[in-house]
């Protein structure tokens, strides 16, 4: 059973506790939340790992770099730290060469009160749970950070309408949301021969780098230097603090409207974790996840040198991470499956594509729910310390460690695993679309916005450039852009007519791509992801089935993909 599938809320399975094994059971709630029973096994249950520990040591085996270098040695930049994203569609800036696509459309903002506001709490059609939607971000964070400011900053206005219900309700007409173009490399944008290129502050594999960091310094700050763990507190369960003063990305606090000291962040290989508490749930997880694996390593080759140890927990880790997101995460999230593979190719280009980061893989955005739940050992519902129901993301953003005073990493974890996740449609749930958190202290900002004015940066071209480059059938009639859809709501076909003021050729990618969906991914954004996910796996020459990089065998890659 796989921590992804979509009968997860169905089946009757047993839950187990890492620490003492204890069984415990799920009841039927009336809200739908908790079934039966749920499968807690994820990544800290106990596998046998015997045969995988077993092979060659780690100075017989290349080390993989943390910053993607020389993954491939024909192209060793492919795919490493600040290489270009990938242009699958070609460019359309306003002038051709950097200014933002589409000066002629609507504002951001009016498209997403049009498209994307709706009502919260409207449960997934294909059952999907809270951990699926959020697990997402973690996949996101694993290949691409690309979003980033550059410096200097290159700042620009989303313009609101006056009274707008969120960002103007005085109706002064004078309020605008914050935007911060990406960074790019100051090579390009010079002429319409080399327009605007953004760079991939991540390496586009699949290697860790989520949990390990891109920098092996950064890594370094983590690391026990004892018996290849990385650093716990005194207890053991959680990560340490950033004393160090690692650059975690430390976001002023919307709600008390204040920056608080980075030294009260997890010391974690992202910059970006300790946004909200699910991801740091899941960086936290993986974090204890490579000291058991280390500690096994380490009873099976007590011989073994810190580093040795260390690679090896690492490989294994990694192995679980693309097993997971490629064979479990991806089928139940696009509800379709990668070809099977057939080994390294080489000539495969990586790279993150600008449609898949600024559009296409930003449809999980939908998934979110505005709250977390969770649940106890014996899977009874936990309220806050306020009395609340759920812990509100809008109230926690970048404030995420506080809640670990008062929860657990398996609270969060039976809470997602038990919660469903929002409808599939074009609707972001109110605590991202209008209260995210935003660049300054006091500003709160529109998802949604954000994702359409993102393409717009990166030059993304309109939706039928778009689906003429994945050789989809160009669209010459609005309604056939979603016919069920817009039958059942001809209303919002004649808002989206009206808003591109009848151009058809004028849709933004996000637009057009979210009206499209419909239960999963629709045509575009689904070859889009297929093709991403596809080459980064077969791209990499260190991906955990290439039995010709020689670090797994046949027999330890079965007894890898039973980790789900």
Same mark, same amino acid.
């Given at each position: 059973?796989?921590?992804?599938?979509?009968?997860?809320?169905?089946?009757?399975?047993?839950?187990?506790?890492?620490?003492?094994?204890?069984?415990?059971?799920?009841?039927?709630? !009336?809200?739908?939340?908790?079934? !039966?029973?749920?499968?807690?096994?994820?990544?800290?249950?106990?596998?046998?790992?015997?045969?995988?520990?077993?092979?060659?040591?780690?100075?017989?085996?290349?080390?993989?770099?943390?910053?993607?270098?020389?993954?491939?040695?024909?192209?060793?930049?492919?795919?490493?730290?600040?290489?270009?994203?990938?242009?699958?569609?070609?460019?359309?800036?306003?002038?051709?060469?950097?200014?933002?696509?589409?000066?002629?459309?609507?504002?951001?903002?009016?498209?997403?009160?049009?498209?994307?506001?709706?009502?919260?709490?409207?449960?997934?059609?294909?059952?999907?749970?809270?951990?699926?939607?959020?697990?997402? !971000?973690?996949?996101?964070?694993?290949?691409?950070?690309?979003?980033?400011?550059?410096?200097?900053?290159?700042?620009?206005?989303?313009?609101?309408?006056?009274?707008?219900?969120?960002?103007?309700?005085?109706?002064?007409?004078?309020?605008?949301?914050?935007?911060?173009?990406?960074?790019?490399?100051?090579?390009?944008?010079?002429?319409?021969?080399?327009?605007?290129?953004?760079?991939?502050?991540?390496?586009?594999?699949?290697?860790?780098?989520?949990?390990?960091?891109?920098?092996?310094?950064?890594?370094?700050?983590?690391?026990?230097?004892?018996?290849?763990?990385?650093?716990?507190?005194?207890?053991?369960?959680?990560?340490?603090?950033?004393?160090?003063?690692?650059?975690?990305?430390?976001?002023?606090?919307?709600?008390?409207?204040?920056?608080?000291?980075?030294?009260?962040?997890?010391?974690?290989?992202?910059?970006?974790?300790?946004?909200?508490?699910?991801?740091?749930?899941?960086?936290?997880?993986?974090?204890?996840?490579?000291?058991?694996?280390?500690?096994?390593?380490?009873?099976?080759?007590?011989?073994?040198?810190?580093?040795?140890?260390?690679?090896?927990?690492?490989?294994?880790?990694?192995?679980?991470?693309?097993?997971?997101?490629?064979?479990?995460?991806?089928?139940?999230?696009?509800?379709?499956?990668?070809?099977?593979?057939?080994?390294?190719?080489?000539?495969?280009?990586?790279?993150?594509?600008?449609?898949?980061?600024?559009?296409?893989?930003?449809?999980?955005?939908?998934?979110?729910?505005?709250?977390?739940?969770?649940?106890?050992?014996?899977?009874?519902?936990?309220?806050?310390?306020?009395?609340?129901?759920?812990?509100?993301?809008?109230?926690?953003?970048?404030?995420?460690?506080?809640?670990?005073?008062?929860?657990?990493?398996?609270?969060?974890?039976?809470?997602?695993?038990?919660?469903?996740?929002?409808?599939?449609?074009?609707?972001?749930?109110?605590?991202?679309?209008?209260?995210?958190?935003?660049?300054?202290?006091?500003?709160?900002?529109?998802?949604?916005?954000?994702?359409?004015?993102?393409?717009?940066?990166?030059?993304?071209?309109?939706?039928?450039?778009?689906?003429?480059?994945?050789?989809?059938?160009?669209?010459?009639?609005?309604?056939?852009?979603?016919?069920?859809?817009?039958?059942?709501?001809?209303?919002?076909?004649?808002?989206?007519?009206?808003?591109?003021?009848?151009?058809?050729?004028?849709?933004?990618?996000?637009?057009?791509?979210?009206?499209?969906?419909?239960?999963?991914?629709?045509?575009?954004?689904?070859?889009?992801?297929?093709?991403?996910?596809?080459?980064?796996?077969?791209?990499?020459?260190?991906?955990?089935?290439?039995?010709?990089?020689?670090?797994?065998?046949?027999?330890?890659?079965?007894?890898?993909?039973?980790?789900?």
């Amino acid at each position: 059973m796989g921590l992804f599938k979509n009968t997860l809320a169905n089946n009757n399975n047993i839950i187990y506790n890492h620490r003492n094994r204890r069984r415990y059971t799920c009841f039927v709630h !009336q809200n739908n939340f908790c079934s !039966q029973k749920f499968l807690f096994i994820y990544l800290l249950i106990g596998f046998c790992f015997a045969q995988i520990l077993c092979e060659k040591i780690y100075s017989q085996i290349e080390k993989q770099r943390y910053d993607g270098w020389y993954n491939n040695l024909a192209h060793p930049h492919w795919g490493a730290v600040d290489s270009h994203l990938v242009r699958k569609a070609p460019a359309a800036y306003s002038d051709g060469v950097y200014q933002l696509a589409g000066s002629q459309r609507p504002s951001p903002r009016r498209l997403s009160r049009l498209f994307m506001r709706g009502q919260d709490g409207l449960k997934s059609s294909k059952n999907r749970t809270a951990i699926l939607a959020f697990f997402g !971000q973690v996949v996101t964070n694993e290949i691409v950070m690309a979003s980033e400011s550059g410096c200097p900053i290159e700042m620009h206005r989303i313009e609101i309408e006056k009274c707008d219900e969120m960002y103007d309700k005085e109706c002064r007409g004078d309020r605008y949301i914050p935007f911060h173009r990406a960074a790019y490399d100051r090579n390009t944008g010079q002429s319409p021969n080399a327009p605007r290129e953004q760079i991939n502050q991540m390496t586009s594999w699949i290697d860790g780098s989520f949990i390990y960091s891109t920098s092996e310094a950064w890594l370094n700050a983590m690391r026990s230097f004892e018996n290849g763990t990385l650093l716990m507190d005194k207890d053991g369960l959680m990560p340490i603090k950033n004393t160090m003063r690692v650059p975690l990305f430390n976001n002023p606090l919307p709600h008390i409207m204040r920056m608080l000291s980075p030294e009260r962040l997890f010391l974690l290989g992202d910059p970006r974790t300790n946004q909200n508490p699910a991801l740091l749930t899941f960086a936290i997880l993986f974090h204890r996840w490579h000291n058991v694996l280390a500690r096994r390593v380490k009873r099976q080759h007590p011989e073994w040198t810190d580093e040795e140890i260390f690679q090896k927990a690492r490989r294994i880790v990694i192995a679980n991470l693309q097993n997971i997101i490629a064979y479990e995460y991806l089928p139940a999230f696009l509800g379709a499956e990668l070809p099977p593979y057939k080994g390294y190719e080489p000539e495969s280009h990586p790279g993150v594509s600008h449609l898949f980061q600024a559009a296409a893989f930003r449809y999980g955005h939908s998934l979110i729910p505005p709250g977390i739940f969770r649940r106890d050992e014996k899977c009874n519902f936990k309220k806050t310390p306020m009395g609340d129901p759920a812990l509100r993301l809008c109230s926690l953003w970048w404030d995420s460690v506080d809640v670990f005073e008062h929860t657990t990493v398996e609270e969060l974890l039976l809470g997602m695993a038990s919660q469903i996740a929002e409808k599939e449609d074009a609707v972001l749930c109110s605590d991202v679309r209008d209260k995210l958190f935003g660049p300054m202290e006091f500003t709160r900002r529109d998802l949604g916005a954000l994702n359409i004015m993102r393409g717009r940066d990166n030059g993304l071209p309109d939706y039928n450039t778009a689906r003429k480059a994945f050789k989809l059938p160009e669209i010459h009639d609005w309604k056939d852009i979603n016919p069920a859809k817009f039958e059942e709501n001809p209303e919002l076909l004649g808002l989206l007519i009206s808003a591109y003021k009848g151009n058809l050729n004028e849709i933004d990618v996000y637009i057009g791509g979210m009206l499209e969906s419909q239960g999963q991914p629709g045509e575009l954004f689904n070859a889009v992801i297929l093709d991403q996910f596809n080459r980064i796996r077969n791209a990499d020459r260190f991906w955990f089935e290439n039995l010709e990089n020689e670090i797994f065998t046949a027999e330890e890659i079965a007894e890898l993909k039973k980790v789900t």
